[in-house]
């Protein structure tokens, strides 16, 4: 069993960065992946990036041109979105999510999801 949770989030200009942290409590066991979506009012949810701890593969996706990228701390047992170059759209609640299948990129792959942090981007 997995609890992901959160934060990070906070209110920034067009162009600044941000870093989200994700802490996953559960079994030592590292054979699973964390992921980042996240959502705005009326869209669906939108997976941004993943990580398997087994090998450190990961995965960002492509709709953020390269502005976001995952990561982890081992030691803390935490993943990281970077976050640069923001925009008004990247404006959404973002989750942290976790799976104990192989990289997935549909949400619905994932069990375990954290509350979520808001991220607003200004114009």
């Known amino acids: 069993q997995v609890q992901p949770v959160e934060s990070g989030g906070g209110l920034v200009q067009t162009g600044g960065s941000l870093r989200l942290s994700c802490v996953a409590s559960?079994?030592?066991?590292?054979?699973?992946?964390m992921a980042w979506f996240r959502q705005s009012p009326g869209k669906e949810r939108e997976f941004l990036a993943a990580l398997h701890w087994d090998g450190g593969m990961a995965y960002n996706e492509d709709s953020v041109n390269g502005r976001f990228t995952i990561s982890r701390d081992n030691a803390k047992n935490t993943v990281y979105l970077q976050m640069n170059s923001l925009k008004p759209e990247d404006t959404a609640l973002y989750y942290c999510?976790?799976?104990?299948?192989?990289?997935?990129?549909?949400?619905?792959?994932?069990?375990?999801w954290g509350q979520g942090t808001q991220v607003t981007v200004s114009s």
């Open positions: 999510a976790v799976s104990f299948l192989y990289l997935p990129r549909q949400h619905y792959r994932y069990p375990f």
């Open positions: 559960g079994p030592d066991d590292r054979a699973y992946t």
